[in-house]
């Protein structure tokens, strides 16, 4: 299995991911969520082109003393590539080593009730189910998600009791793997 090559995001490839998101997930994201992603830090976006064709993408955020996985997706004919787990893995690495995430102790996402491939996928990078979010969705069907997360450096955690959620215009993603 060859590795898939992880582009950062640009404004050249910016509409490229606008698309492949409307493509993949039932949820619509707006020109403020682009911006904010150019204005991230470099390698907290990743796309994944072949053949000139952006089949894949992973969008985060840092949100307090977690690292937020807005976006992770991969066209229906290009899964069972490695593709997904390249995502991941520089989900992993990011987490580990980028200077924008030093004060992160777990990395969080949320799956769409229903979506059982994308929670045994996630599981197998040692991510589990946190809780079960009622009516997060308020446009698509079914409306529940399940966050999932993973903790990577239990003693960077705040209080578990303090409200979560990023502070930004990017807030219901997806996971299309």
Not at 45 to 72: I, N, Q
Request: a neutral charge; one cysteine or more; charged letters at 20%.
């Amino acid at each position: 299995m060859v590795v898939p090559s992880l582009t950062p995001l640009s404004k050249d490839n910016v509409a490229q991911l606008s698309s492949l998101n409307s493509a993949l997930f039932p949820v619509s994201y707006s020109n403020r969520f682009y911006e904010e992603l150019l204005a991230a830090p470099a390698d907290l976006v990743r796309l994944v082109f072949e053949d000139d064709v952006l089949v894949a993408a992973v969008c985060c955020a840092v949100d307090g003393d977690a690292l937020y996985v807005m976006t992770l997706g991969v066209l229906a004919p290009y899964r069972e590539r490695g593709i997904g787990t390249a995502l991941v893995k520089h989900v992993l690495d990011t987490a580990d080593k980028s200077p924008s995430c030093a004060a992160v102790g777990r990395i969080y996402m949320h799956v769409q009730e229903g979506n059982d491939e994308a929670l045994h996928f996630y599981s197998k990078f040692g991510f589990s189910v946190k809780r079960k979010l009622m009516f997060y969705y308020t446009r698509v069907s079914p409306p529940h998600c399940f966050e999932v997360e993973k903790v990577i450096r239990p003693h960077l955690l705040r209080s578990r009791n303090a409200p979560e959620g990023p502070e930004s215009a990017v807030r219901h993603n997806q996971s299309a793997v």
